[in-house]
């Protein structure tokens, strides 16, 4: 493949296959994408729907997104909460314009988590740390995650990115109030019991095996 063809392509890996294996190369292209596509999804389910599970545990998300079922020990409500976020998130807009402002707002994440890392390697020199990374990994990363920041912005400047910002900004309005402050909405307490006896779930510390 030229330069020119690759820059003029759209679809790199399809114009990789038909230059190697004839018409053939786009069926097995798409079908190595799909099967891409549910690995992806597949890790996601594992990885998102824990991460609400572990945060409601820590008490940063209401107390229901912390239980699992009775029987089959499943994080249930954490699972159907983001499946709902991710309806919500399909729905309205483009793919397209979905995968460019999920990872302009992950990339975000991931830096500021890399840079907390980084500030308590130094802050909490003693803490206990069953895994540990070399220093410049973290930096590495940190570098990585705010070039992929900024440079959709310089590129290609949009009011999405603002909105997209504004979204985590407005997280701490819920933050001081209900985590920090520790304070709950009225009727919450019946909330909780509704969904607990909708969806079959129990807290961890009254599973025998959990």
């Known amino acids: 493949m030229s330069t020119d063809e690759l820059l003029a392509s759209e679809t790199v890996a399809v114009l990789y296959g038909n230059s190697l294996i004839g018409s053939?190369?786009?069926?097995?292209?798409?079908?190595?994408?799909?099967?891409?596509?549910?690995?992806?999804?597949?890790?996601?389910?594992?990885?998102?729907?824990?991460?609400?599970?572990?945060?409601?545990?820590?008490?940063h998300m209401v107390d229901v997104l912390s239980f699992v079922h009775v029987r089959k020990l499943t994080p249930s409500p954490?699972?159907?909460?983001?499946?709902?976020?991710?309806?919500?998130?399909?729905?309205?807009?483009d793919i397209g314009s979905l995968i460019d402002f999920f990872?302009?707002?992950?990339?975000?994440?991931?830096?500021?988590?890399?840079?907390?890392l980084i500030i308590m390697r130094y802050t909490k020199k003693d803490a206990h740390r069953p895994y540990k990374v070399p220093i410049f990994i973290p930096i590495l990363v940190l570098v990585i995650s705010i070039y992929l920041v900024i440079a959709p912005i310089i590129d290609s400047p949009q009011i999405e990115y603002l909105?997209?910002?504004?979204?985590?900004?407005?997280?701490?309005?819920?933050?001081?109030?209900?985590?920090?402050?520790?304070?709950?909405?009225?009727?919450?307490?019946?909330?909780?019991?509704?969904?607990?006896?909708?969806?079959?779930?129990?807290?961890?510390?009254?599973?025998?095996?959990?």
């Open 78 to 93: 954490a699972l159907l909460f983001n499946a709902l976020i991710a309806l919500l998130m399909v729905i309205p807009s």
């Open 163 to 210: 909105y997209a910002a504004l979204f985590i900004i407005a997280g701490l309005f819920f933050y001081f109030p209900f985590v920090l402050y520790q304070k709950s909405l009225p009727g919450m307490g019946h909330v909780t019991t509704f969904f607990q006896l909708l969806l079959e779930v129990v807290p961890t510390d009254v599973m025998p095996d959990a």
């Open 24 to 59: 053939a190369g786009e069926m097995l292209m798409i079908l190595a994408v799909t099967l891409s596509t549910f690995g992806s999804g597949n890790g996601s389910c594992f990885t998102a729907g824990r991460l609400c599970f572990v945060a409601a545990r820590e008490g």
């Open 103 to 116: 990872s302009f707002t992950a990339w975000i994440f991931y830096g500021g988590a890399m840079l907390a």
